[in-house]
């Protein structure tokens, strides 16, 4: 008889590293949601500040359910908690979280999910950047840059496809950690093995602000293959 998988949510940054964690746990889980912690407002994402309506459609190109949890930072682990438990509620049992090597965010993570009875599961754990970023392209993930540390990289990385000629010229950059762990750069998944459609982005702009550089998306769509 097939083991039955655990029922599980997806901690949810629309970015590269939560969906390889995402496809790697499809394999052993049974993943029923993405969960997004977003601003008290409700318009962007607490992680990475992409519009919460940007998110909504990433979700249904999935075609996974998405909940957005209102937050601020000083509330953070109240309001996760608090999700996470409605989440066990509905008979969720594991959380999947796309950390690679910070320690201090691993241990947060495995404590928070311990006091609300679910298990953390941490997929890409402790793995080679470069390994990872050439599965994610080798499954057929695309994904775009859309947030840049301009002490580190310039706008002209805005809206960059993450290829092999990206990691070719990010290697170049001296200093700089190809996974992006020291938020040198952001991206947003737009296409993929988890994914059902693909994500168009209709309307954007680059924006530059004192530490970052951000390519704002104020609308896309998700539309299927081949239109």
Partial sequence: MEKRKLRAFVSWSGGKD?????????KHYEIS????????DGLTSRAHGVRTNVLR????????????????????????????SRLKQDGIEAGIFGDIDLAEH???????CRE?????????????????????IDEGFEAV???????????????RIIDFCFMADLSKMEGVDMAGENGEYHTLVISGPIFKKRMRIVQSENIIQAARSVLDIAACEAIRAGR
């Fill in 18 to 26: 939560a969906a390889l964690s995402c496809y790697r746990a499809m």
């Fill in 33 to 40: 949601c993405l969960l997004n912690m977003v601003s008290e």
């Fill in 57 to 84: 459609v990433q979700a249904d190109a999935m075609e996974l359910p998405i909940i957005q949890q209102k937050t601020s930072w000083e509330t953070y682990e109240r309001e996760f908690k608090a999700a996470v």
């Fill in 106 to 112: 691993r241990e947060w993570v495995e404590r928070v």
């Fill in 116 to 136: 609300v009875g679910v298990a953390a599961v941490l997929p890409i754990w402790e793995e080679k950047r470069d390994d990872l970023l050439r599965e994610f």
């Fill in 145 to 159: 840059v859309i947030s840049v540390r301009n002490d580190v990289l310039g706008t002209e990385w805005l809206g």
